[in-house]
Every structure is written in structure tokens, then in C-alpha cells.
């Protein structure tokens, strides 16, 4: 097993306050990672509920396994390694029919990001790899050295947000005709010497949206945030809740317009007649949640995290 194995969870008192309040739940953890979240939910759950947690990175599904048997008497313990995208499909097929609490907390987990094997992070030099599950075939490598002009202008600009992409698209592309570029070092390289003065002059991280675009790809991260949570609104009980934590305002955008889609009642037409528009589900947070200056004191991921919260209204409310 790994020896990176700490990860602090973010807004862990907010998440707990959205528990339902009823004990005995299904609870699915779509991200499973080191279970810092699942392991005080499940402390707040009685005998009789049952969690299923995901995760694409088998590290994350042993340690958490691990972890959390300490739960098994009370709580029917599943672990499936598997992206979140197709957790819903997994557990119709078990035979479920819906969830009363599932939480998202996307993205990478602090054992992904400090290992220098993994190569998610531009602080250590290492393999072009940020897989997030490490059976797969695409890698940052293979995006990197062998992805079109268009497909990486794709990455950078679209995924990664990236102003200033077309000099080093254009430096990637003519490094790797002579030798293919290996390593993160490499990459930030490449990145540096070709921004303009004022990029690097900015606070943060030159590489950074470089880095996210290129993980976002990897990992397919954009679609698995439409897929996984469009289906987990549909598969929430009655009285169920969703909470998600997102790390940057173009994934919140994303929760932000799923979650108003099916809680905010479409603009009325005055030419037409008046339609009664039954909605079934409502956002618990009005406007999304951020980390308490005292959790940032000690937990620096804290900073960019957002959380945004919808319940399935029970019958008797709609
Ligand atoms: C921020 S960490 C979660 C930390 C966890 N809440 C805790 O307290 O330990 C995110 C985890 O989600 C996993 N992950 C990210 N995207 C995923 C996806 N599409 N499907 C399944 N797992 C995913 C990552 O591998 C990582 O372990």
C-alpha cells in the first residue's frame, strides 16, 4: 500500500450538517479517496444502513477498506473501484433503488497530489502520468506526445482555461519531433519559456492550468461531473440528499446549472396558459458554501473548496 495515505477532509462539519435525518441510510460515496469523509458519516449512522463507496484509484478503494471495517458490524459495507459516472448503473444492477444521502467531493486527493509517482503535481519532477486510475491507457505522457495541434489547443483552452496556449503548443509540438518529453520538469519548462513576462509575473503557479487541463483530460473529469451527478440527482429518494464539493468556478458552474435545472422553475410565457410546474427537488444551499476561516487555518486544500447541496422533496411537499 501506499505510503501517501493522509488526506484532511474539506468542509467535513458542513457536510455532516446536511446529513438526513433519519440514522439508518443508504449512503454512496462517489469519491471514495482515503474515507475521511465516509468514516465520520458512518459514525453518524445506526445498525441497518448500508454505503457503497467508489473510487477509480484501487489505492484509495484498500485503504479505505481498511479504514472503514471498523463499521461492519452496523453497516453493510461496499467498496467498487469504478469512475463515478457508472456507480448509479452499478447499483441498480445490485439491486438498489435509490439513495437517501450521496456525496461528491471530485477531483484529486492529497496522496495523488504528494506523490512524486503519480505525476499530477509540477512541484516534483516525475513521469507524465495523473491517472487517477492507474490500469488505464491514456496518460498525460500520451496526451502530451501524441495528441494534434487542434487536440491540445483543445485541452488547454477549453479544459484548462488557459490565456496564453498557442507558443507552447507550438514549443510542445516541435520538442517532441526531436525527443518525446517525459517528465513534468520537462513540461514546466516548456511552459515558463513560453509565457509571455506578465503570465509569469502572476500570483500562483505558472503551469497550473496547464497541469489541469492535461488532468481533466486524462481522467475525463468534465464528463464523469455531468454524467455521475445527473444520474445521482435521478436515483436520490425521497427526503434524499446530494452534496457535492467542487474546486474551481467552472466545475461549480457545472453543479450550479444541474442543480437549478431541476429546482428552479422555468421563466412563464404570459401569452400562453398558466402551466402548474411540479418540481421535486430543492437546493439546501442558496448560495454555495466556503471553508470557515478557522478550517483554513489548518487545512490549505479548504481554500478553493465550494459545496452546493439538493434535496429530493418528499411526497407530502410536492
Ligand atoms: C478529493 S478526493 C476525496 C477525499 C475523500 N472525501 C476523503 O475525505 O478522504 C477525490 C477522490 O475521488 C476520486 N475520483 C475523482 N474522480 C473520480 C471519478 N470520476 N470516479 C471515481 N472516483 C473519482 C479520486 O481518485 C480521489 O481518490
Redesign the pocket.
Same mark, same amino acid.
Given at each position: 500500500m501506499s505510503e501517501f495515505n493522509y488526506?484532511q !477532509?474539506v468542509l467535513l462539519e458542513e457536510v455532516l450538517s446536511f446529513l438526513p435525518l433519519k440514522k439508518k441510510l443508504v449512503y454512496v460515496?462517489?469519491? @471514495?479517496?482515503?474515507?475521511?469523509?465516509?468514516s465520520a458519516i458512518l459514525s453518524n449512522l445506526s445498525k441497518g444502513s448500508v454505503f457503497y463507496g467508489? *473510487?477509480? *484509484?484501487v489505492q484509495?478503494i484498500q485503504y479505505s477498506k481498511k479504514k472503514l471495517s471498523q463499521f461492519e458490524k452496523k453497516v453493510d459495507l461496499n467498496f467498487v473501484q &469504478? !469512475?463515478? &459516472?457508472t456507480?448509479i448503473d452499478f447499483l441498480k444492477n445490485s439491486g438498489l433503488n435509490g439513495a437517501d444521502f450521496i @456525496?461528491f *467531493?471530485? +477531483?484529486? &486527493?492529497s496522496p495523488?497530489f504528494d506523490d512524486p509517482q503519480r505525476g499530477f503535481s509540477y512541484r516534483y519532477d516525475s513521469f507524465l502520468d495523473m491517472r487517477?486510475n492507474q490500469d488505464q491507457e491514456l496518460t498525460a505522457y500520451k496526451v502530451i506526445n501524441t495528441y494534434t495541434e487542434e487536440q491540445l489547443n483543445h485541452v488547454f483552452r477549453d479544459l484548462g482555461q488557459c490565456e496564453n496556449y498557442h507558443r507552447v503548443v507550438k514549443a510542445i509540438l516541435e520538442t517532441r519531433e526531436k525527443k518525446p518529453i517525459e517528465t513534468t520538469y520537462q513540461l514546466v519548462d516548456i511552459i515558463k519559456s513560453n509565457l509571455p513576462a506578465y503570465e509569469l509575473k502572476k500570483t500562483g503557479h505558472p503551469a497550473k492550468q496547464f497541469f489541469l487541463g492535461i488532468r481533466y483530460e486524462v481522467?475525463?473529469?468534465i464528463d464523469? @461531473?455531468h454524467m +455521475?451527478l445527473n444520474k445521482a440527482v435521478s436515483f436520490l429518494n425521497p427526503g434524499g440528499r446530494i452534496v457535492i464539493i467542487t474546486f474551481n468556478s467552472e466545475e461549480d458552474r457545472i453543479v450550479k446549472k444541474i442543480f437549478q435545472s431541476v429546482s428552479k422553475p422555468k421563466p412563464t410565457n404570459k401569452y400562453l396558459p398558466e402551466e402548474k410546474e411540479v418540481l421535486d427537488y430543492i437546493q439546501l444551499t442558496k448560495k454555495p458554501l466556503k471553508a470557515s476561516q478557522k478550517e483554513l487555518e489548518t487545512n490549505n486544500r479548504a481554500k478553493s473548496a465550494i459545496l452546493r447541496a439538493l434535496e429530493r422533496k418528499r411526497k407530502d411537499e410536492r
Amino acid at each position: 500500500m501506499s505510503e501517501f495515505n493522509y488526506h484532511q !477532509p474539506v468542509l467535513l462539519e458542513e457536510v455532516l450538517s446536511f446529513l438526513p435525518l433519519k440514522k439508518k441510510l443508504v449512503y454512496v460515496d462517489m469519491t @471514495l479517496g482515503r474515507a475521511g469523509h465516509a468514516s465520520a458519516i458512518l459514525s453518524n449512522l445506526s445498525k441497518g444502513s448500508v454505503f457503497y463507496g467508489f *473510487d477509480k *484509484d484501487v489505492q484509495a478503494i484498500q485503504y479505505s477498506k481498511k479504514k472503514l471495517s471498523q463499521f461492519e458490524k452496523k453497516v453493510d459495507l461496499n467498496f467498487v473501484q &469504478s !469512475p463515478y &459516472s457508472t456507480a448509479i448503473d452499478f447499483l441498480k444492477n445490485s439491486g438498489l433503488n435509490g439513495a437517501d444521502f450521496i @456525496l461528491f *467531493d471530485i +477531483g484529486v &486527493s492529497s496522496p495523488q497530489f504528494d506523490d512524486p509517482q503519480r505525476g499530477f503535481s509540477y512541484r516534483y519532477d516525475s513521469f507524465l502520468d495523473m491517472r487517477m486510475n492507474q490500469d488505464q491507457e491514456l496518460t498525460a505522457y500520451k496526451v502530451i506526445n501524441t495528441y494534434t495541434e487542434e487536440q491540445l489547443n483543445h485541452v488547454f483552452r477549453d479544459l484548462g482555461q488557459c490565456e496564453n496556449y498557442h507558443r507552447v503548443v507550438k514549443a510542445i509540438l516541435e520538442t517532441r519531433e526531436k525527443k518525446p518529453i517525459e517528465t513534468t520538469y520537462q513540461l514546466v519548462d516548456i511552459i515558463k519559456s513560453n509565457l509571455p513576462a506578465y503570465e509569469l509575473k502572476k500570483t500562483g503557479h505558472p503551469a497550473k492550468q496547464f497541469f489541469l487541463g492535461i488532468r481533466y483530460e486524462v481522467n475525463g473529469e468534465i464528463d464523469e @461531473l455531468h454524467m +455521475g451527478l445527473n444520474k445521482a440527482v435521478s436515483f436520490l429518494n425521497p427526503g434524499g440528499r446530494i452534496v457535492i464539493i467542487t474546486f474551481n468556478s467552472e466545475e461549480d458552474r457545472i453543479v450550479k446549472k444541474i442543480f437549478q435545472s431541476v429546482s428552479k422553475p422555468k421563466p412563464t410565457n404570459k401569452y400562453l396558459p398558466e402551466e402548474k410546474e411540479v418540481l421535486d427537488y430543492i437546493q439546501l444551499t442558496k448560495k454555495p458554501l466556503k471553508a470557515s476561516q478557522k478550517e483554513l487555518e489548518t487545512n490549505n486544500r479548504a481554500k478553493s473548496a465550494i459545496l452546493r447541496a439538493l434535496e429530493r422533496k418528499r411526497k407530502d411537499e410536492r
